[in-house]
């Protein structure tokens, strides 16, 4: 079982920068896909970013060159950098876990979600 607490969301202004953590629990995270979702009001849950056990990482094409996912397996945490945000960034954003070698990038392949963290970007 893994627990997942994002942390860190808020409010900022468009192109500036905002980062999101999520601890985790458990011993085996560093067996983990890390990913990050997002979904605004009234869409489905995205995709944003994963790394897996070997810190390779891979992005959604919107988000490339402006967000960085990050993990540090010693205090079992992942992070996200978002600069140069933009009002389409606007939405809650959830921390998943999947134990897998390939990065997955659908929402229903993951096991574990945290409760999500709010990221609002004014226009």
């Known amino acids: 079982q893994v627990q997942l607490v994002e942390s860190g969301g808020g409010l900022v202004q468009a192109g500036g920068s905002l980062r999101v953590s999520c601890a985790a629990s458990g011993r085996t995270f560093s067996a983990y896909v890390m990913g990050w979702f997002r979904q605004a009001p009234g869409k489905e849950r995205e995709f944003v970013a994963a790394?897996?056990?070997?810190?390779?990482?891979y992005y959604k094409d919107p988000v490339k060159g402006r967000f960085t996912i990050s993990r540090d397996n010693a205090k079992n945490t992942v992070s996200l950098q978002m600069n140069g945000l933009k009002f389409e960034d606007t939405a809650v954003y959830y921390c998943?876990?999947?134990?897998?070698?390939?990065?997955?990038?659908?929402?229903?392949?993951?096991?574990?979600w945290g409760q999500g963290t709010q990221v609002t970007v004014s226009s």
């Open positions: 998943a876990a999947k134990r897998k070698l390939s990065i997955p990038t659908m929402a229903y392949e993951y096991d574990y």
């Open positions: 790394i897996d056990w070997s810190f390779r990482t």
